[in-house]
């Protein structure tokens, strides 16, 4: 018969995780995550809105100091600083409808991939400022 001391039986205790509790903790951080992660792209369409607002407002403003300066609005996009079409910040690309004229243009901001889901959709704006006719973003996502 074998005697062991109380030293002998005092077994070590192990420090750590168990599996279950492991995979609880990932289950909640990815429900977490689930639920977090369409604000956050909400959040960031929402800011790059500013790209196509800013853009807009800065053609128009040089528009109108070409008209300023000529019988009629610039008729190309290079004439007002946005030779390549693209926004500010490559989020939106820009354009004229039309042909601008004597007294009157349009030019859009079209989302481009990273923000083709925004439910604000294409910008637009003329010489009186923005336009929300049509399928053009609303009063709301100007104000973004």
């Keep these: ?27 909640v951080v990815a429900i977490l995550a689930t639920l977090a992660y369409p604000s956050w792209i909400n959040s960031v369409r929402k800011a790059r809105r ?44 820009i354009a ?3 042909t601008p004229n004597a007294t009157t243009f349009l030019a859009t901001a079209t989302p481009g991939s990273g923000q083709s889901a925004d439910s604000c959709g294409t910008f637009a704006i003329n010489q009186d400022g923005p336009n929300h006719t049509g399928t053009y973003a609303d009063a709301r996502c100007w104000n973004r």
């Design 50 to 93: 500013a790209d196509a607002i800013n853009s807009l407002q800065d053609l128009r403003i040089n528009q109108s100091q070409w008209r300023a300066n000529h019988a009629s609005y610039a008729t190309t996009l290079a004439a007002v600083d946005y030779a390549g079409g693209a926004s500010m910040e490559n989020h939106y690309t």
């Design 1 to 27: 018969m074998f005697l062991f001391t109380d030293k002998q039986m005092d077994f070590k205790k192990k420090k750590g995780f168990t599996l279950i509790e492991l995979m609880v903790v990932i289950a």
């Design 96 to 98: 004229f409808v039309g």
